[in-house]
């Protein structure tokens, strides 16, 4: 009986089939809002399940100068790290299905193999769109990684675990982001940097270079590249909820806490125009970090002075 609960666990609820279909109806949410901002009528609630149904069917062309292994695993690879880190964090405002000491450092590296592996896949060809792309790619994930890392730790430091569960019941309803507001801006924003949303979407800039990294993709390996980032949206917004906004106790509270971290997203993505690679890099990686470390300085010291 606990191997077919795991299964179901595993491939259905909470994780595999459901939290697919959860990030697509995130990714149309997504969409709808910014097109709602932008004064259009925007897709209509089926378009992103379409727009993967119609990619599986295509053709997959593999180039001939680049490793076919490589191009044809990559999006699977991709995809199996968002899913696998959907386990360890409260999805639908259920408990983790799967939890132990150190869970949060794994599901955080779990979420950054999608940059990863779209860095290598645009590299595993001579296309220069994707070779710009790819260069991009792994170049902003060092600008938004570190403060982004830094700012999902500030809640585990106050709650002396690594343990994504104990770090919300250690928090015990309190909205950290009053407690840590810079922790909590850092962490939104770098959450669109790992998303390559506006105004961080160099990478895959469509006037410039097409599709970035995954100009050369088509068919299968497409849409699980595409399926990884809307598993990654709905991670990224439930673990930001469930650190600074109280947790995300019920399926209720969990679908308003993160649509209310979705529209701030949208916000951010329709006032700020696209930001060049240097000054991701710049900008961000120096300030984001250095604004949470100082903030980490201030807790620690609060800590100090109330014991």
Request: net charge negative; proline share 4%; charged share 15%.
């Amino acid at each position: 009986m606990d191997t077919i609960r795991d299964l179901v666990t595993l491939f259905f609820f909470p994780g595999g089939l459901f939290v697919l279909a959860l990030g697509m109806s995130y990714e149309w949410v997504d969409r709808k809002l910014m097109a709602r901002v932008q004064n259009r009528v925007g897709p209509r609630w089926f378009q992103p399940f379409a727009d993967i149904a119609k990619l599986l069917t295509k053709e997959e062309v593999i180039p001939l100068d680049g490793n076919g292994l490589l191009f044809l695993g990559l999006p699977i690879v991709a995809l199996a790290g968002a899913l696998t880190s959907a386990l360890y964090v409260p999805v639908a405002g259920w408990h983790p299905a799967y939890s132990f000491q150190g869970d949060l450092i794994v599901a955080l590296y779990l979420l950054s193999l999608l940059t990863l592996c779209t860095g290598l896949a645009g590299a595993n060809t001579s296309d220069h769109f994707s070779l710009v792309g790819a260069t991009r790619t792994l170049t902003q994930l060092f600008s938004y990684e570190a403060p982004f890392l830094l700012a999902m730790l500030g809640p585990a430091v106050m709650a002396h675990t690594w343990q994504i569960n104990e770090i919300i019941a250690d928090a015990d309803g309190r909205w950290m982001l009053f407690l840590q507001p810079i922790g909590f801006i850092v962490a939104l924003i770098g959450l669109l940097g790992k998303l390559e949303m506006s105004p961080f979407n160099a990478p895959e800039a469509e006037t410039e270079i097409v599709a970035g990294a995954l100009t050369e993709y088509s068919g299968r390996g497409l849409a699980l590249f595409r399926l990884g980032r809307h598993v990654e949206l709905v991670i990224g917004l439930t673990m930001v909820a469930a650190f600074y906004m109280g947790g995300v106790n019920g399926l209720p509270m969990f679908v308003l806490k993160t649509l209310i971290l979705l529209l701030g997203l949208v916000g951010i993505q329709s006032l700020v125009a696209r930001l060049r690679i240097d000054q991701t890099v710049g900008l961000w990686w120096r300030w984001g970090s250095l604004l949470v470390l100082a903030q980490w300085l201030v807790l620690v010291v609060w800590e100090g002075v109330q014991a």
